[in-house]
């Protein structure tokens, strides 16, 4: 996956594991319809601009969560006047939402406590 810091070289990339971005279009996306450019934007603007989505990585990852009726499309008018695909999350995607970040939650917790092994609240 694409991502990495705005201030860290591109050879120096944060490889996110599998299934990250699709988290993270997911939880952007309950805040309301977008279209892909501002899927990216908001995730990058989310993360204090440490996160940019390639969009060699954003495209196929909106294309699957569509194939998996997780998120649904139609086209509109952007702001900037422009035809531009929109999308939004179903009630699939909602469900599958709540379900991946009590995942996301619980390996962050074991993770940390395998790294920082004895600590409080690990």
């Known amino acids: 996956m694409s991502f990495y810091p705005n201030t860290v070289a591109k050879d120096q990339r944060i490889e996110l594991l599998q299934g990250t971005l699709d988290l993270l279009i997911l939880r952007t996306l309950v805040f309301g319809r977008r279209h892909g450019q501002g899927i990216a934007r908001a995730i990058q603007a989310a993360s204090d601009e440490e996160l940019l989505v390639d969009h060699g990585s954003l495209y196929p990852a909106l294309q699957r969560l569509e194939e ?55």
């Open 68 to 122: 998996r009726k997780w998120i649904a499309s139609d086209w509109g008018i952007s702001s900037n006047n422009r035809k531009a695909k929109f999308y939004e999350l179903t009630a699939a995607g909602r469900r599958q939402l709540a379900a991946e970040q009590t995942k996301w939650d619980r390996m962050v917790r074991a993770i940390g406590r395998v790294l920082r092994p004895g600590e409080a609240g690990s």
